[in-house]
């Protein structure tokens, strides 16, 4: 049965579209900017006008949708230019629903303060005499406030990134509140600490300027945590799931597949691209095969969906 291609297609388990893929875009301030991030060859920093642009290339491939970032002109400690109405993300987003791409794409909106803290941190920090602490409750109010903001200014779908304990619950009921029920919530509820976000840090500019994520991302080692983590979202009323990263992580996606009947996405996480990109271009891997193989396998493992830097090259390899 493996003899010729149309036996092999006749009995493959696995495929892959280009609307199951989602691609990250980081917007910028300015106009005309289109920077490249050293560690991510072919990922950028793009200005408003600039990420329209790739949003109707991306459309015109037939990808699923996209997962918007935004690099504020200024951060403070409160992060806000995470939940300000004139936000970068809020801006881009009403851009984006101007354009013709919008009624083709799904607009994901990341909800994080990382990007938005001068400290880099996922929350807020209050300092004392030992050190200091990421405090939980104070971030979900703000957290909350963010994921209004974004789903006031046309996200499509809100995407919590942080980790706090308790968020869901909490977004759910300000955007009830705000007459937003039918914005659905894709908990990343599964978000492992991870030498994989390194290349992110830079191209978000959220890398922490002290301590680590430890006392909110969970432990590498645990699957069986991360199964009560989804549990817990989704009694608190996530729609969708994201586990990430994706590669070091299959069987926990296997696993939260066999457990959950929920839509489930996986994010192919930026160490895991340029790990790719690094070797193929030093010529060690067949940069083809490799992409498509690692988004197989994670579509093998259980995700429906993928969050992958690749979505663009995929596209084109699948269109
Ligand atoms: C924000 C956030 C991160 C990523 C997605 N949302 C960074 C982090 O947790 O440090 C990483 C994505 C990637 O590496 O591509 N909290």
Redesign the pocket.
Known sequence: MRRTEPLRALVRETHLEPEALILPLFLCPGEGVRREISSMPGVFNLSIDEAVKEAEAAASLGIGGLLLFGLPETKDEEATGAWADDGIVQRGLRALKQSSAAKRLVLMA?V?L?EYTTHGH?GVVREHADGYEVENDTSVVLLAKTAVSLAQAGADVVAP??MMDGRVAVMRGALNHEGLEQTPILSYAAKFTSA??GP??EAAD?APQFGD?RSY?MDSANVREAMREIELDLGEGADMILMKPAMPYLDVIRAARERFDVPIGA?Q???EYSMLQAAIAKGWLDGERAMMESLLAIRRAGAGFIVTYFAQEAAKRLG
Do not use: E
């Open positions: 990341d994080c990382c996922c990134s942080d994989f976000y992110f840090r959220s994520r991302q994010y996480v930026s160490g």
